[in-house]
T-cell receptor
């Protein structure tokens, strides 16, 4: 069983709408959590990084939250754009190891 | 240009053949990594290297060989390709393992027929 579970697997929304992607993890001891964006045919690119003591971090229209007690994180995308169409990958670091979720495939339609 | 480049971008090879995927970084990062990405799975670590001439196995190392004679290069070799090795391969580099962010290449899509 993957130690980093993401939901939903895929999501389709209309341009301009908001959406929230979920990440649950069992990895321990927790070091940090990152959200990556992966465009089709490209490598992942880091969006945010959160450590144990951080609850919220924003990067433009992207806002990540972390609840270290429940081991859950979310990525909220505001006012979606067509360029947001991509896979979003949750990555949890523990003891020097990076554990990758399978990703959520987001499609933004006009 | 600074960055991390992989070659080739696409490769089709036959079962049993040896194939080498190349990775070159200009960041002077000490760590380099090879991952494979398959549908339904997160990226899985194949091998990594902490410095020149220092390599170690990751989660799925069987059937792969790596070397790192120079800090900037980290080739991945499939000694005898199998169909189960059909995948997208990503190289990454970082200043550390786990703590620092990873910079990924654009990937190599390998098909073994």
């Amino acid at each position: 069983k993957n130690q980093v579970e993401q939901s939903p697997q895929s999501l389709i929304i209309l341009e301009g709408k908001n959406c929230t992607l979920q990440c649950n993890y069992t990895v321990s001891p927790f070091s940090n959590l990152r959200w990556y964006k992966q465009d089709t045919g490209r490598g992942p690119v880091s969006l945010t990084i959160m450590t144990f003591s951080e609850n919220t971090k924003s990067n433009g229209r992207y806002t990540a939250t972390l609840d270290a007690d429940t081991k859950q994180s979310s990525l909220h995308i505001t006012a979606s754009q067509l360029s947001d169409s991509a896979s979003y990958i949750c990555v949890v670091s523990a003891s020097g190891d990076m554990r990758f979720g399978a990703g959520t495939r987001l499609t933004v339609k006009p | 240009d600074a960055g991390i480049t992989q070659s080739p971008r696409y490769k089709i090879t036959e079962t049993g053949r040896q194939v080498t995927l190349m990775c070159h970084q200009t960041w002077s990062h000490s760590y380099m990594f090879w991952y494979r990405q398959d549908l339904g799975h997160g990226l899985r670590l194949i091998y990594y290297s902490a410095a020149a001439d220092i390599t170690d196995k990751g989660e799925v190392p069987d059937g792969y060989v790596v070397s790192r004679s120079k800090t900037e290069n980290f080739p991945l070799t499939l000694e005898s390709a199998t169909r189960s090795q059909t995948s997208v391969y990503f190289c990454a580099s970082s200043s550390g393992k786990g703590t620092y962010g990873y910079t990924f290449g654009s990937g190599t899509r390998l098909t073994v027929v």
